[in-house]
């Protein structure tokens, strides 16, 4: 009996040319093999899930408030980031092309008496409610949306180190990334950046007129120094764009009241500002405020606004904002359009512009405007003589 089991084993081994404890331990190893992979490719997996998804914060953990701020216990965010604490707050979002926008995160410590924020910071980048993509930006590194063309149609994120020296600010930059379609893509440094507004840690209401940007060991410049280039004639030529439409516009009935001040004397006029910071449409307050004759007392409007061009037309499209937009700043608008404010449009160097809530005016008892039909003539001006 112990003689045939030994035969056994031998014709076994003879026939496969391995010994069966051999095979044990290739089936071992391969097991161990298989477990490993399949525990890299579900962490592989895991890591980039987020991407390509709706974006929901609620679905990263629990969200909660304190005085105002949003704070997110994560711990999906804490193991993605590899950070050491599962706490998170919201800094802030802004919309920057084509409904998209951008969302920053940091990580604090709650456990302190004050948050304390680390020194790490995470952008998200949103399309179309879509998570595209993420970025991180390092310890005393900050980052701004930056203008990629003249146009101010193409954006995208300049990130780097804010210098004070004296009474001289610098952003020196030293990562460019453009967006396109909420998908990052790093771009050479000698790439022209036409506009880079101070990092947000630092902005104020308006930067100081020391600031300048540029990027690692290049020139510094000056926001909007492509207009000041004489030797383009930037200005000299009207090219369709946001920056060509910047200025004080208001309509007037009587073609002899051509001058700023004589137009805003008259009771019932309207306003658009454009600058590439921010567009108003407004209306005479004295038409609700003084000839109270009919309820609601006169069209009064006060409304920051978004934009969209009309290529080869020289017109612009006056949208208002949702009065819960974060994002103070105009945004060119793309695909749905809605609640327009006012169209304007250049013709041999006068302006014309119709508008909905200009003949809705014109219907009140009060109403110091002429009842004429459109389109309304418009005067523009600079932004100094624009005083109120």
């Keep these: 009996m112990m003689q045939q089991t030994i035969n056994i084993n031998k014709m076994e081994q003879k026939q496969d040319g391995i010994h069966p404890n051999k095979i044990k331990e290739i089936y071992k190893f391969l097991g161990t093999y298989i477990l490993v992979f399949l525990f890299l490719f579900n962490c592989r997996g895991q890591e980039h899930h987020i991407i390509g998804e709706k974006f929901r914060i609620e679905d990263y953990g629990k969200v909660t408030y304190n005085n105002g701020t949003k704070i997110l216990d994560s711990e999906i965010l804490k193991k993605l980031f590899n950070e050491k604490n599962h706490f998170f707050i919201e800094k802030g979002w802004q919309n920057i092309e084509d409904n998209t926008s951008i969302i920053e995160f940091s990580p604090i410590d709650k456990s302190k008496n004050a948050f304390v924020e680390y020194d790490n910071k995470y952008l998200f980048i949103i399309k179309d409610s879509i998570l595209r993509d993420t970025l ?26 804010y210098i004070i020296n ?24 000698d790439i022209k950046i036409y506009d ?28 909007f120094w492509y207009q000041s280039i004489s030797e383009k004639k930037f200005n000299d030529k009207f090219n369709n764009t946001l920056q060509d439409w910047e200025g004080v516009y208001l ?39 003084d000839y109270p004759q009919s309820d609601p007392g006169g069209v009064y409007i006060k409304k920051k606004c978004d934009y969209y061009i009309l290529p080869n037309e020289n017109t612009i499209e006056i949208y208002s ?38 003949e809705d005016s014109e219907q009140y008892d009060n109403s110091a405007r002429i009842k004429s039909n459109s389109p309304y003539q418009f005067y523009k001006f600079s932004l100094e003589e624009d005083k109120d």
């Design 166 to 189: 004296n009474n001289d600010e610098f952003f020196e930059i030293h990562q460019v990334y453009s967006v396109d379609n909420g998908k990052l893509k790093k771009e050479n440094l």
């Design 136 to 161: 991180k930006i390092k310890k005393d590194y900050y980052y701004s949306i930056c203008q990629l063309d003249k146009q101010n149609h193409k954006h995208g994120i300049a990130i780097g180190k």
């Design 321 to 358: 904002k949702k009065y819960d937009d974060p994002n103070s700043g105009p945004v060119s608008i793309r695909g749905n359009k809605k609640d327009l404010l006012i169209t304007l449009y250049k013709k041999d160097k006068v302006f014309h512009g119709t508008s909905n809530v200009i």
């Design 251 to 289: 309509n007037s009935d009587d073609k002899n009241l051509k001058t700023y001040q004589s137009i805003i004397n008259k009771v019932g006029w309207f306003k658009l500002k454009i600058t590439t910071h921010e567009i108003l449409f407004s209306a005479d307050t004295r038409m609700r405020d």
């Design 196 to 223: 880079c507004p101070a990092p947000t840690n630092y902005i104020r209401n308006e930067e100081p007129n020391s600031y300048k940007f540029g990027v690692l060991n290049g020139k510094k410049l000056e926001r």
